[in-house]
């Protein structure tokens, strides 16, 4: 049995070290604490997500989400961030998911129904330093996104998880990539303006690409 367990542990030891952290032409208003729009158990019939205008866009980060600053290739936590000086991390986030989204709605034509868009994060996992500047990895984002009626706070539809997961660029590509200003911070921008657009004009959402191990490893 002795003899089993030292390659197992050696093989386990080579995939860790795999997975990589992630690791309206009308305004369009932020807010990040809107009076009403608690969710309810009503549910109103959703109409076809291109006839949505979005009037107001909640992006929330709970402060239940765990911080990694660890330096490793798989830090472990939820929010995994380095592009920002050191600080609040979930505020960090927010700012950046909810530019994204509130870019991606603006580029869109609006429709008849007035809604809001609220996003919660539930995973933020981009490179840490170890993992940028080596092989890379996956950018792992994922969060909850529900519409609802700005005035009554009911809900258009169920709630839908959205896994935005994508390929990140490291080594020499990371370093000639920031070279022309094509950061960790602008390719994640770009991405999640276009799962939101995908999620409001396609009917059945944004479908991230298969990232394999990386991909499955990036999950634990």
């Avoid at 369009?28 to 604490?33: D, F, G, H, K, L």
């Avoid at 997500?49 to 830090?75: A, G, H, K, W």
């Avoid at 996992?125 to 990895?137: D, I, M, P, S």
């Avoid at 921008?189 to 991230?208: K, N, R």
Wanted: overall charge neutral; glycine content about 10%.
């Amino acid at each position: 049995m002795t003899a089993m367990k030292t390659p197992m542990k050696l093989i386990f030891g080579l995939l860790a070290g795999l997975a990589l952290t992630a690791c309206a032409s009308a305004p369009v208003e932020t807010t990040r604490n809107v009076p009403g729009t608690a969710p309810t158990e009503r549910l109103a019939a959703a109409p076809v997500p291109s006839s949505f205008d979005i009037q107001t866009v909640l992006v929330e980060v709970p402060r239940t989400l765990e911080v990694s600053e660890r330096n490793r290739f798989y830090p472990g936590g939820d929010i995994v961030w380095r592009e920002d000086p050191v600080g609040d991390r979930h505020s960090q986030v927010q700012k950046i998911v909810e530019n994204a989204m509130v870019q991606g709605i603006r580029q869109m034509t609006p429709g008849t129904v007035p809604a809001q868009l609220h996003i919660e994060v539930t995973r933020f996992h981009a490179l840490t330093e170890k993992a940028r500047y080596t092989v890379g990895g996956v950018h792992s984002i994922q969060f909850n996104m529900s519409l609802r009626d700005p005035v009554t706070g009911q809900l258009f539809g169920e709630p839908k998880f959205v896994k935005a997961d994508f390929k990140a660029l490291g080594g020499k590509a990371a370093f000639a990539a920031e070279k022309v200003g094509n950061t960790q911070k602008v390719r994640i921008t770009d991405h999640l303006i276009g799962v939101i657009q995908s999620e409001m004009t396609q009917p059945g959402g944004y479908v991230a690409d298969n990232l394999g191990l990386f991909g499955a490893l990036n999950q634990l």
